[in-house]
């Protein structure tokens, strides 16, 4: 079960205080999406993983944590348009303007996790334009960062699953099929080699939809071994 506690906590920029939603504990019960969306319960905590102060629209993983850059950043007009942009769930607004934090603090890793959780945002919230949009950036932003020397995860293999799933999802068939070609590492778990293949036959078939990694697994133990 999740635990959800209520905290008053005070914004670093603004010093203004509000009461957010601290998540205690939850659970995991069943196989994350390919680009790696929890599955319930901890799927649902989503909207406490950014915190959004109501006065200054700082929005942060952890409100009370200062930024540097923070101040002149959130003073912005792209910052202050994106956090009140009509066009996108508020959710996704938090999470992308965490994600404008995340690059003006040269946080490229973090900016594309941004990205992506903006894009399951929208997915809740039944907003397919505005989700392609949010992994098209995603996608741009892995690679700078790994092109920076920044790994948006440790697993051998997972950015490039991430990236081919971010690519297929918005239909960019051509750059999801050069992201699944791209040289792996010599060591890949079996389940990441699997994703690899599954992938592989849903680029065959034009396919846009969200799968999960049981659907990998039910897969290869009805493939045939050679």
Not at 15 to 33: Q, R
Not at 61 to 85: G, H, M
Not at 162 to 186: C, H, K, N, S, Y
Not at 201 to 219: F, G, K
Request: glycine share 4%; hydrophobic share 40%; charged share 25%.
């Amino acid at each position: 079960m999740t635990t959800e506690i209520r905290e008053v906590l005070r914004c670093a920029l603004c010093a203004d205080e509000s009461e957010y939603t601290i998540i205690g504990s939850t659970n995991a019960v069943g196989y994350p999406d390919l680009d790696t969306r929890p599955p319930e319960m901890r799927r649902s905590t989503i909207f406490a993983w950014v915190q959004r102060c109501p006065n200054c629209g700082y929005c942060a993983a952890e409100i009370f944590n200062p930024c540097t850059t923070a101040r002149t950043v959130v003073a912005s007009s792209a910052y202050k348009q994106q956090l009140n942009d009509g066009a996108f769930p508020v959710l996704a607004n938090s999470f992308l303007c965490k994600a404008i934090l995340d690059e003006a603090r040269g946080d490229q890793a973090a900016a594309t996790w941004a990205h992506i959780h903006a894009a399951w945002a929208c997915d809740d919230a039944e907003c397919p334009v505005q989700a392609r949009s949010c992994r098209r950036s995603a996608a741009d932003l892995l690679v700078q960062a790994e092109a920076n020397g920044q790994a948006i995860c440790n697993q051998n293999g997972l950015s490039a699953a991430i990236l081919v799933d971010l690519m297929r999802r918005v239909g960019d068939w051509e750059r999801a099929r050069q992201a699944l070609a791209r040289p792996l590492e010599t060591r890949l778990d079996d389940v990441v080699t699997e994703i690899f293949a599954f992938q592989s036959a849903l680029l065959d078939m034009h396919d846009l939809s969200c799968h999960d990694v049981a659907e990998v697994i039910v897969r290869k133990k009805n493939t045939p071994s050679r």
